[in-house]
């Protein structure tokens, strides 16, 4: 994932290029999501593996900001944008992981995960809205 922003000529497309990298759109993406969803819930109870998810979650947050930076310019701004992001992606995420492979409901949000993520960086309000 962090050779991915290298093949994008624009912010929006490094941006966009990660994003998708991150979301479980395929069978391998839906099993390592399910993999980070154990260790996630492991770590509630194991103080070593709360640090160590405490500590991936803060450098993807880093990675994202990072990518905002240039489209948002202002630092609240960008703040306001990763946090809703990072929501969005998030529950995507967990949808898609959860999600039982060939349920009619999992194809349908696979094939519209990407637009859900387009329609909210392209809105009117957005610096982002640059998408063609």
Do not use: Q
Not at 56 to 74: D, F, H, K, N, V
Not at 96 to 116: M, Q
């Amino acid at each position: 994932m962090r050779k991915a922003p290298a093949i994008a000529s624009t912010d929006f497309e490094r941006l966009w290029v990660v994003v998708l990298e991150s979301l479980p759109l395929d069978r391998v993406r839906r099993r390592e999501s399910r993999v980070w969803l154990a260790f996630w819930g492991e770590s509630v109870n194991d103080e070593a593996l709360g640090v160590e998810n405490a500590r991936r979650y803060a450098e993807w947050r880093r990675i994202m900001r990072t990518l905002l930076g240039p489209l948002y310019g202002a630092e609240s701004s960008a703040e306001y944008e990763l946090a809703h992001l990072l929501a969005l992606t998030d529950g995507i995420r967990l949808a898609l992981a959860l999600g039982h492979s060939g349920a009619p409901e999992l194809d349908s949000l696979v094939a519209d995960s990407e637009a859900v993520v387009i329609r909210y960086l392209s809105r009117s309000d957005s610096p982002a809205n640059c998408v063609s």
